[in-house]
């Protein structure tokens, strides 16, 4: 995804704090652009600044692990968010997911951890070993750009009713990968045109939400409803679904 120099400003007071304190890491490790692209320390567009306020403001913490994703490092989090995973042409040295960290993820959703995964349009994502990854949870992210049927891919689609899209709100992305699902029993939050964009998978005690598209960062989090359905998002995963 490209970004576009464009400012956008969001509320500086979000909403009381609706439960217990929650733990979020961003993985800095499989994501470890020069810039800090997705990452809390990013206040550009590219950055996750915006998306850390929100989530602070919800009752969030932050983390940034940056080294291979372990049970060690995952003790005490409550949710990880694995996005863009880099590719060679993206940083000299690309860290893929493996066989162990894989099984570590694993065994912790299981446990009752909360998986984000936000994946990327084709050329700007490694898709596959993080499919590797999603594929445990039953998802997989197409090498693709979803295209309604006029051949749009800067999508703005009206979510269906669901917690997340209470009130007919309007998503915005660009660019994004659809899904294809393999999970028995899926949430679909959003698709279009059959296609699923935007699932919530059960997995033991823990959930896996899976977008083709990093989607809350500094450029796009206050287009159309994206700051609203980002919150109703945060709060089903991290405290309704958690009670």
């Known amino acids: 995804m490209r970004f576009l120099p464009v400012l956008l400003c969001l509320p ?19 994501n470890n652009e020069k810039q800090p692209h997705y990452r809390w320390d990013g206040a550009y567009n590219g950055g996750f600044s915006k998306l850390g306020t929100m989530l602070k403001g919800l009752g969030g913490e932050l983390r940034t692990i940056t080294e291979s994703v372990t049970a060690a490092n995952l003790k005490g989090v409550d949710c990880l968010i694995a ?6 042409t993206e940083t000299a040295n690309p860290q893929y997911w493996n066989a162990a960290e894989i099984a570590a993820v694993d065994k912790w959703v299981k446990g009752g951890g909360t998986l984000l995964l936000l994946g990327n349009d084709k050329g700007n994502a490694e898709f596959e070993h993080f499919n590797e990854l999603a594929t445990k949870f039953g998802v997989t992210f197409v090498e693709g750009r979803h295209a ?22 309007e998503f915005y992305a660009v660019d994004v990968a659809p899904l294809k699902i393999t999970h028995a029993r899926p949430e679909i939050l959003l698709s279009e045109s059959n296609v699923a964009l935007m699932a919530v998978l059960k997995h033991g005690k823990g959930s896996v939400f899976a977008l083709g598209d ?7 989090i206050a287009t159309a409803d994206n700051t609203r359905i ?13 009670r």
Request: aromatic content about 12%; proline content about 10%; overall charge neutral.
């Open 12 to 30: 500086a007071v979000w909403a009381a704090d609706p439960g217990p304190r929650r733990v979020i890491a961003v993985d800095g490790w499989h």
């Open 83 to 88: 996005v863009d995973p880099d590719t060679p």
């Open 148 to 169: 309604t049927a006029t051949g749009v891919t800067r999508l703005r689609l009206k979510g269906p009713a669901n917690p997340v899209f209470e009130g007919s709100l």
């Open 214 to 220: 990093p989607w809350l960062y500094d450029e796009y």
């Open 230 to 242: 980002g919150e109703n998002l945060l709060r089903y995963l991290l405290w309704t679904k958690k």
